[in-house]
Nanobody, 121 residues
Framework: QVQVVESGGGLVQPGGSLRLSCATSGSIFSIDAMGWYRQAPGKERELVATITSGGSTNYANSVKGRFTITRDNAKNTVYLQMNSLKPEDTAVYYC???????????????WGQGTQVTVSS
């Protein structure tokens, strides 16, 4: 069994910062890519940022220069530092991890339940 748990969301004023964390646990053999996605009301889920096991990153154009994704491989955890937040960043933020459990030889993608980020004055 694998668990993916996000934390760190909340209410912040425009221009403020938040740091999201996503911890994976369970019978994990190895983790490939990890990423953050978001879904605003009435919109489809969209990619925010991804990071490979080697540390290569990819960002949505809308967050480049403001958000930073990092990971701690020893803790099986990925982070999203969000600075200069805007009202349009308001959404539920989801973490995912492409990983292999100790009982299988293939990789699957696991999702967390999401954490709400609201940017408002």
């Amino acid at each position: 069994q694998v668990q993916v748990v996000e934390s760190g969301g909340g209410l912040v004023q425009p221009g403020g910062s938040l740091r999201l964390s996503c911890a994976t646990s369970g019978s994990i053999f190895s983790i490939d890519a990890m990423g953050w996605y978001r879904q605003a009301p009435g919109k489809e889920r969209e990619l925010v940022a991804t990071i490979t096991s080697g540390g290569s990153t990819n960002y949505a154009n809308s967050v480049k220069g403001r958000f930073t994704i990092t990971r701690d491989n020893a803790k099986n955890t990925v982070y999203l530092q969000m600075n200069s937040l805007k009202p349009e960043d308001t959404a539920v933020y989801y973490c995912n991890a492409r990983l292999r459990t100790s009982s299988v030889i293939y990789y699957s993608t696991y999702w967390g339940q999401g954490t709400q980020v609201t940017v408002s004055s």
